[in-house]
């Protein structure tokens, strides 16, 4: 499978009932927990840090995940950290940043190294999270640059593992479908 390869003898590592689609590309320093889906055109690249994605979650089409190096201006770098049961919409740049569990990440969204989002967060497509921002847990965030908007409604709580749970369906079909 050349769309999961490795980095200098690091080896990505999959839970199980992970699905990524072949024209994903999956390098390094990566661990996928179960039940993850990873979709056409993602690039997750542990290179030069590591990423953890947590279980049951799915990184939608065109998405990038990635890290900040360590070096003089940064000496411990930023991994990529993400937890579970969380959606990262169409599009989105994922760079250094550690994101809680039950979070919803926009289509389009940015968030850049050593951005922190809590547990139970919606952030508005087309978000720009700045480098080292916190985002606290219960609110819906929007805006370039990002500002807290509400806070979530119950429903809107109750939608995190709806939307896992359905991603965790649909690459089973996926994986069902395939040769």
Not at 50 to 69: L, N, P
Not at 82 to 97: I, N, P, R, S, Y
Request: hydrophobic letters at 35%; charged letters at 25%.
């Amino acid at each position: 499978m050349t769309y999961i390869r490795s980095h200098k003898g690091v080896h990505p590592e999959f839970g199980d009932r992970v699905w990524i689609d072949p024209s994903a590309v999956v390098i390094g320093d990566v661990v996928l927990g179960e039940d993850c889906s990873v979709w056409p055109m993602t690039t997750i690249r542990g290179d030069m840090h590591r990423i953890r994605i947590g279980k049951r979650c799915s990184i939608q089409d065109g998405s990038v995940c990635h890290i900040t190096h360590a070096g003089p201006y940064n000496p411990d770098g930023w991994p990529l950290i993400v937890g579970d049961d969380v959606t990262v919409g169409h599009k989105a740049l994922l760079h250094g940043c550690t994101i809680g569990s039950r979070v919803l990440v926009g289509m389009g969204t940015i968030i850049m190294d050593g951005a922190r989002v809590d547990d139970e967060v919606i952030i508005a497509a087309g978000t720009l999270v700045p480098p080292g921002k916190h985002l606290e847990s219960g609110y819906l965030y929007r805006g370039s640059p990002v500002r807290q908007a509400r806070e979530l409604t119950q429903e809107e709580r109750d939608f995190f593992t709806y939307t896992a749970s359905n991603y965790v369906r649909l690459k089973d079909e996926h994986r069902t479908d395939d040769p």
